[in-house]
Nanobody, 126 residues
Framework: QVQLVESGGGLVQAGGSLRLSCAFS????????MGWFRQAPGKEREFVTSIRWTGSRTYYRESVKGRFTISRDNAKNTLYLQMNSLKPEDTAVYYC???????????????????WGQGTQVTVVS
């Protein structure tokens, strides 16, 4: 069973930065895509960004392009989300997700990710 554990959330002022980490373990040989989703209070969980294991292609929702960066460190078995220029509307619980999505070219569907972390709270205040 693949396990994902997020960390790095917190309270930050608008314009500030945070880096989230997702430590993964277990039989990860079946994973070809990892990503980050978020859920704000009273809203549905939404796609934020993802990265393909082969080729490291990345995908971002429009509202975070240029501000957020997804990356991974295979040696440390860790996925990262660097968030800069944070806005109050980025406030949410952020979830790390992993799955075997190939051959689908769609990476933003929640139901396609088999493994999920417990989430970490990010709060941005103005």
């Amino acid at each position: 069973q693949v396990q994902l554990v997020e960390s790095g959330g917190g309270l930050v002022q608008a314009g500030g930065s945070l880096r989230l980490s997702c430590a993964f373990s277990g039989p990860t040989f079946s994973i070809d895509t990892m990503g980050w989703f978020r859920q704000a209070p009273g809203k549905e969980r939404e796609f934020v960004t993802s990265i393909r294991w082969t080729g490291s292609r990345t995908y971002y929702r429009e509202s975070v392009k240029g501000r957020f960066t997804i990356s991974r460190d295979n040696a440390k078995n860790t996925l990262y989300l660097q968030m800069n220029s944070l806005k109050p509307e980025d406030t949410a619980v952020y979830y790390c997700a992993a799955g075997q999505l190939y051959p689908s070219v769609i990476v933003s569907r929640e139901r396609d990710y088999e493994y999920w972390g417990q989430g970490t709270q990010v709060t941005v205040v103005s």
